[in-house]
């Protein structure tokens, strides 16, 4: 025969025991999440790491016409190289907003070549 007192402590164990076995599948869960968050942030910080910015390998020569992509290649605009300076930056010429010559000093990756055919002499 069992006792009352032996069967309610026994319940109680077993919800305790279902309370903390729920407490840690959440935890689990949570922790998978986490893992998963954090592989995913490492990966795509390796890929940034791994995979550099193109580098352009075209060297424009002083008084040639080139055009400036910059950031945004809807604002490009056409500039005149005067020489190159010191950090992979070129000094270019360029029409300001006023309508005069400004000189600027740019990164030489944010140079391209014109396409062929606008300033073409022959």
Known sequence: MINAPVVEAELVSDALVSARLIEYCINVQYSRILALALAFRLQL???????PRAQSSWLPC?????????QNPKTARNVRV???AAAERIVVEAIGRKGFPV????KQENLRPLPPGLFDLG
């Open 45 to 51: 910080a390796m890929e940034r790491d791994a995979m």
């Open 62 to 70: 002083a008084g040639s016409v080139a055009t400036d992509v910059g």
């Open 82 to 84: 005067l020489a190159e």
């Open 103 to 106: 000189r600027l000093t740019i």
